[in-house]
């Protein structure tokens, strides 16, 4: 079992900078591939990023490439997703997810699942 919970959201200016945290819970967090998704209003959970338990890969959504960038600690049992140049579009719900997972863009792969950190941009 692995618990899941984020931090680190809030309201920014568009162009500016926030850096999101997830903690683990469970001593089987660094056999996981964690991923980042978002939801916003009216729309579907989307990709946004994801690693794999020995942080040597990353895949990221085209929307988000060369802005965002995943990382974790498996030490501190804690993944990252520091987000710079922030937009409006990337208003969101942003969760944090955990699994063993081929596909890391397919969300029913990931078995936990955080409550989620409000993200808003502002124009």
């Known amino acids: 079992q692995v618990q899941l919970v984020e931090s680190g959201g809030g309201l920014v200016q568009a162009g500016g900078s926030l850096r999101l945290s997830c903690a683990a819970s469970?001593?089987?967090?660094?056999?996981?591939?964690m991923g980042w998704f978002r939801q916003a209003p009216g729309k579907d959970r989307e990709f946004v990023a994801a690693i794999r338990w020995s942080g040597g890969r990353t895949d990221y959504a085209d929307s988000v490439k060369g802005r965002f960038t995943i990382s974790r600690d498996n030490a501190k049992n804690t993944v990252y997703l520091q987000m710079n140049s922030l937009k409006p579009e990337d208003t969101a719900v942003y969760y944090c997810?955990?699994?063993?997972?081929?596909?890391?863009?397919?969300?029913?792969?990931?078995?936990?699942w955080g409550q989620g950190t409000q993200v808003t941009v502002s124009s």
């Open positions: 469970g001593r089987t967090f660094s056999s996981y591939a």
């Open positions: 997810a955990a699994g063993m997972v081929v596909i890391p863009i397919d969300r029913i792969q990931y078995r936990y």
